[in-house]
């Protein structure tokens, strides 16, 4: 069956560090998404791509990159960790508009 | 800006009793509407969805919504809440233009016996 998985699923990181989460995806979508979750404020959209080689600035991108190098995979990347990062991170992909799929989420602490 | 709202943050009900969720957009256009549903440390699980055609959705897990566009709404509904409904609820759009799932805040749904 097709899936999305996330790596890690928690972690744990010092202020300065760079931090890449893995995301990867067998169902061949275009599009694929990072979120962020965090109390209050639902799922904000941080990057997003809509094929290889192309990527895009969400609500808040500031201080997170993404690569996209091929269909599979959008790894995305905290330049220099903040604790204002701290966040669950969930990754998506769809094809079109017809339905998100998302990954199980990355707890990611910075202290 | 919040192009999707969720006026409420927490809803309790009781297991057996009927259910309505809130969901508001801005966009004057019709937009695509989904609602997902989150366990506890899981991912989001879609419910249902809404392109075009009867307003009125039919989703997994007994659950419907229904499209009011005069509104800007897209109210998802349970006649019978169970207590296996307890989770968060999320309310996504996604505009005519652009592929990007914009989510509002969520509402945790709280089921007591």
């Known amino acids: 069956d097709a899936e999305i998985t996330q790596s890690p699923r928690h972690k744990i990181t010092e202020t300065g560090r760079q931090v890449t989460l893995a995301c990867h995806q067998t169902w061949n979508h275009n599009n694929m998404f990072w979120y962020r979750q965090d109390l209050g404020h639902g799922l904000r959209l941080i990057h997003y791509?809509?094929?290889?080689?192309?990527?895009n600035k969400g609500e808040v991108s500031d201080g997170y990159s993404v690569s996209r190098s091929n269909t599979e995979d959008l790894p995305l990347t905290l330049e220099s960790a903040a604790s204002s990062q701290t966040s669950v991170y969930f990754c998506a992909s769809s094809q079109d508009r017809l339905e998100a799929f998302f990954g199980q989420g990355t707890r990611l602490t910075v202290v | 800006a919040q192009s999707v709202t969720q006026p409420d943050i927490h809803i309790t009900v009781s297991e057996g009793a009927s259910l309505e969720l809130r969901c508001n957009y801005s966009?004057?256009?019709?937009?695509?509407l989904f609602w997902y549903v989150q366990s506890p440390g899981q991912g989001l699980q879609l419910l249902l969805k809404y392109f075009s055609g009867d307003t009125l959705v039919q989703g997994i897990k007994g659950f419907e919504a229904e499209f009011k566009r005069s509104q800007s709404s897209f109210n998802l509904r349970k006649p019978s809440v169970h207590w296996s409904d307890a989770a968060e609820y999320f309310c996504a759009v996604v505009r005519e233009t652009g592929n990007q799932f914009y989510f509002g805040t969520g509402t945790s749904l709280t089921v007591i016996p």
């Open positions: 966009y004057g256009a019709t937009p695509y």
């Open positions: 791509s809509y094929g290889v080689q192309d990527t």
